[in-house]
């Protein structure tokens, strides 16, 4: 074994006693030096820190990390030096670098709670969890009330699904943070996740410290005591979990769904909507909504959320029997209408996507949303846009004049019947309203593309290219920008 490597085992495991660990790091001192082949050079280490300053207030993390890197091999026996690499080399994202200078460090002054948190963080920016688990873990038990400590771990616990721990540190990180209305909400959702019965204190709590959060947490109350009302905790979970799902925790309500169906393996809501969650998380719910299906095929929801989850897939010819049938089932559903709607235009059946959108907005005819969706449906595939496609805009956009999706609709109905002036106005106010969107920027290239303005029409192309790189509006700019005639030198 090299004297480098024995060092680093020695101070890793504090199995040697510290005579030992002074030899140890002695030797490693004069090896390194004898390997670097060279002397620190005062000049050139003032340069190297002079430099990292520099690119560190520019932002330039990786210069920084170079320079800091330059400075630890001209001083290989500086713990300090090693340390400040490794540092630099986590805000550079070089986390392999940082970690062996990070070891480094340690072998020559030994660890302390911060360089393990900062090892941990290198590990994770590695992608290896479990690792930066541990070195936390271990920094904790040196230094028990560190709040940033305490955060990290909760944010991994709950990641990688140890619940329990995730609450138990959230519950010591309260005593750190009693003002701190982030911890006490995450700590009531993962009560409420987990152990339901024990969430309504927790929830109210948090919503007392910050009243913004009180529709959410009032939420999440309603499911509890629904649950409790009927007196079933498959109902229970399987409330909150739908809940959750209100709240885009898409998690959370995986782990309260899998308690339902667990505890009611015929609850065939719970399974749809456990198939929802996995959705959202980029993995595939198909076998629970199957089971939904299986276990309640005359419930409309489960149809209509299997059928969701082939027009996901971009499958609509697959989605539209199970939107068709849970139509039938619940005639009088908008929302079932507009997706089958949605589902006929895809597969290229305008006609039928017409109808469809159509019967949307006369089952719910005040609501901007269905309204919204039959002036897309026009615009997107140029399909009688004037006689049917700018009224239903202006509909969408009368009912939700705070809307910048149903301006944007209207700006856009305006340019493709000849309107310019007006549409480029509308399209503008779209902006305004909703922020930077990819269909208002590909709708102003096509109108800044009618008028011969290039270059604007080139630029607002791109911009919504960068939104939407690998979406509907994308693939539509990459086209329009292939056909656009390059600007005048």
């Not at 009927?230 to 739908?242: C, E, L, Q, S, T």
């Not at 005819?365 to 805009?393: R, T």
Request: hydrophobic share 45%.
């Amino acid at each position: 074994m090299t004297p480098r490597r024995a060092a680093a085992r020695a101070s890793r495991s504090g199995a040697v006693s510290a005579p030992a660990a002074a030899l140890a790091r002695a030797i490693l001192v004069v090896a390194l030096v004898l390997i670097a082949g060279f002397q620190p050079g005062p000049l050139a280490i003032q340069r190297d820190y002079r430099s990292a300053q520099a690119a560190t207030t520019a932002k330039n993390y990786a210069a920084a990390a170079d320079a800091l890197a330059d400075a630890a091999a001209r001083l290989p026996y500086s713990g300090y030096a090693a340390n400040r690499a490794g540092l630099a080399e986590i805000s550079a994202g070089r986390f392999d670098e940082a970690i062996r200078h990070l070891f480094i460090a340690a072998a020559l002054d030994g660890w302390t709670t911060a360089r393990r948190v900062a090892l941990g963080d290198a590990y994770l920016g590695k992608g290896d969890n479990n690792a930066a688990l541990a070195q936390w873990e271990a920094a904790l038990a040196a230094d028990p009330n560190d709040d940033g400590l305490l955060a990290r771990l909760a944010n991994q616990y709950e990641a990688a699904g140890r619940y329990a721990e995730a609450v138990n540190v959230l519950n010591q990180l309260t005593q750190l943070r009693p003002k701190d209305p982030a911890v006490y909400y995450r700590l009531a959702l993962l009560t409420a996740a987990t152990a339901p019965e024990d969430a309504p204190a927790r929830l109210a709590l948090a919503a007392g410290i910050a009243p913004n959060l009180a529709p959410a947490t009032q939420t999440l109350i309603d499911a509890i005591q629904a649950g409790q009302a009927a007196g079933d905790r498959a109902a229970m979970f399987g409330k909150v979990g739908y809940a959750l799902i209100q709240l885009s925790e898409w998690r959370l309500a995986q782990e309260a769904l899998t308690h339902a169906v667990t505890l009611n393996p015929q609850y065939a809501d719970a399974f749809a909507y456990l198939g929802l969650a996995l959705d959202r998380q980029n993995q595939d719910g198909l076998v629970d909504y199957e089971t939904a299906v299986k276990l309640a095929p005359q419930s409309p929801l489960v149809q209509y959320l299997l059928g969701l989850h082939w027009r996901r897939a971009g499958n609509s010819d697959t989605a539209l029997p199970y939107l068709l049938a849970a139509q039938k089932l619940d005639p009088q559903n908008p929302a079932i209408a507009a997706e089958i709607g949605g589902a006929y235009a895809s597969t290229g059946d305008l006609p039928n996507g017409e109808v469809w959108l159509s019967q949307a907005v006369k089952l719910d005819d005040h609501n901007p949303q269905w309204w919204l969706l039959l002036a897309k449906f026009y615009l997107d595939n140029v399909y009688h846009v004037a006689e049917l496609g700018l009224p239903a805009a202006r509909r969408a956009a009368e009912l939700d004049p705070k809307s910048g999706p149903a301006a944007d609709a209207l700006g856009y109905a305006l340019v493709l019947t000849g309107d310019l002036v007006d549409g480029e106005k509308t399209l503008q106010q779209a902006l305004t309203l909703g922020g930077d969107s990819a269909s208002t920027y590909y709708h102003l290239g096509v109108l800044y593309q009618q008028q011969k303005r290039n270059p604007e029409a080139e630029a607002a192309y791109k911009h919504a290219l960068s939104l939407d790189p690998d979406g509907f509006y994308g693939g539509l700019t990459l086209k329009a920008l292939g056909a656009l005639t390059p600007a005048s030198p």
